[in-house]
C-alpha cells in the first residue's frame, strides 16, 4: 500500500469514527433528557419559579405577549414551550416535556465538545451523565443549554474560524438574546473575546469580513426580537421598562458567594450541613480552576489554539457565564451556569499531552466527586424525589406525585378557594403564580413576583390595577421564609395596609395558617 492509500485509510477512518462519534452523542442526547423526564417528569412542583414559567407559557399560548401583558423573561422561552408543550401536555408535564427537549439540545452541543476528549461510548455516558447532573432546575433548562450550545460554537470558531463559522457564531449569539438579554450578553462577550484572540494571535488578513459576519449574524439572530419591536405594538416600551426595573431594583434578589470559611454548620441537621457544605465546594470550583484556564489561552500559540479549543474556548465562555452565579450565589444559579466549567474541566488533559492519563483521572474524578455531592443535596429532581413517599394529585388533566405535605396543601388550598373566590378573579402575592395556573385563572396583575422593595409609586399602580377591573379577593402568603425572608407586608407596606383597612380577612377552612385570604368590603 502507498503513502497516499495509508493517507486515504487513514482519513476514511478518522471520518468514520467521528461519524460514530456524532452518533452517540446524538442517541445520548435524545435518552438521557427522556429517561429523566420519565423517571421525574411527574414529580413534585415547584410553584414560585416554576409557576412564573408555567404561567407565562399558558398567557403566551392564549395570544398574551411576554414583558407587554405579564411580567416575564424574554420572549424565546415562552415561544418555545407555547410551540412544543401541547405535543405532550395540556398542564405543567407539557411544559416540562418542552424545556426536556431544548435541554437535549444544548447536551448534544456539550457532547460533541466532550468527544474530542471522551472517545468511546462508555466516556460519553460518563459526560452525558456528569452535565445532567449539573442541569437543574428544570424549569431553568434553557440557562445551561445556552451555555453548552455556546461552549460549541466557540470550540468550532477556535478550530477553525472561517468567515461563515463567524456568521453562525453570530446568529447563534443573536438567537441566544431572544431568550434572554444576559445570556445574548454571556455568549456575545464570550464568542466577541474569541474572535480578537484569533485576531490577535494569528494576524490573518480578513479579520474585517469575518467581524462583520460575526456582527450581521447577531442582528439576524436576533431578528425576532426586532420583528416584535417593530410590530408588536407596546412590546418595544414593555422592554425598555423591563430594563429599567433591573437597573433600579436588580434582576435577582442578591445572595453572597458561599465561601467555605462562611458555612456555619453549628445548629444544622446533617443533611443541611452537607449540603452548605457542598455548595460552598461545588462553588470553588470557577474560583480554583478559571484563573489557571484564563492564562492558557492567553500563553497558547496560534499553531496549538486548534488542538486545545475543546478546553480554551469553553473557559472563555465559563468566564462570562459565571455571572449569573455571582449576582444570586445559590446552588440553581450555579447549576444554571456550570456546563461551559464542566466542559472546561473535563477537556483538561488537552493542556497536558504528556500526563494525559494522569490529569484525566484527577480532573474527571474530582469532577465526579464534586458533581455528585453536589447533585444530592441539591438537585430538586434528586432531593425531592430519592426516599421521599409521594402521593397522586390531579391538576387539570394531568397526575403528579408530590410529597404528602405538598398534595395536602395544594388539595387544602384548591377546595379553600373553590368555597370562597369561586370563578372570581384573585390576586396572588408575593410568589406562588402556580396558583393561577392550578385554579385556572388569569393574574389581575402584570406582576407575578414581589420581590423587592417597591415605591410608593408602583404601590399605587398595583393598587390601581386591582380596582380597574375591580378585584374582590386576595391571597397572600405571608410567612416569614417568603423571598429571602421578605414578607409583603413589608415590601410592600401600602398595599398591605390597604388590604387590611378597605379589606376583610377571610377564614377558609382548609387554608394554611401562613396564606392570609383578603375581600374587598
Known sequence: MGSDDRASAVYLATADAARRGAWVALALAILLPLASYLLFGDRHLNISDEGFLWYGVQRTAAGEVPMRDFQAYDPGRYHWCAALAPLFGDG??????????????????????????????????????????????????????????????????????????????????????????????????????????????????GFARRAGAWTLGVGLGYSPMLVMFAFVPGFAQAFGDSLRLILEHGANVSRPWPWPWRVESAGLSAKNAFRDWMTALAFLLPVLALPGLLFAVVRTRAEDLKTRAACLAPAVVALFFVHHASVNSGAWHLAQSSPPLVLALLALPQLFPARRGAVALVAWCGLALVTLGFSLSSNPDLTQTLGQPSVEHRIGRETLKLQPRHASLLAGLEAALARTVGDEPVFLAPNIPSFYCVLGKRSPSWWLFFFWEATPEEEQALLQELGEPRVDWALVFESPRDVQDRRFSDTHPLVWQHFETQWRRVPAPGLPPDFVLFRRR
Open 92 to 205: 405543567i408535564l407539557g411544559v416540562r416535556a418542552a424545556s426536556a427537549v431544548f435541554q437535549g439540545l444544548g447536551l448534544l452541543c456539550a457532547l460533541l465538545v466532550a468527544r474530542r476528549v471522551a472517545r468511546g461510548v462508555g466516556w460519553q455516558l460518563f459526560v452525558g451523565l456528569v452535565l445532567m447532573l449539573w442541569m437543574f432546575p428544570r424549569h431553568k433548562q434553557f440557562e445551561p443549554a445556552i451555555g453548552a450550545m455556546a461552549a460549541w460554537f466557540a470550540v468550532r470558531l477556535l478550530e477553525r474560524p472561517s468567515t461563515m463559522r463567524h456568521l453562525a457564531t453570530g446568529v447563534f449569539v443573536g438567537l441566544a438574546g431572544y431568550f434572554g438579554r444576559n445570556l445574548g450578553l454571556y455568549c456575545g462577550l464570550a464568542t466577541g473575546v474569541l474572535v480578537l484572540l484569533l485576531a490577535w494571535k494569528q494576524r490573518e488578513p
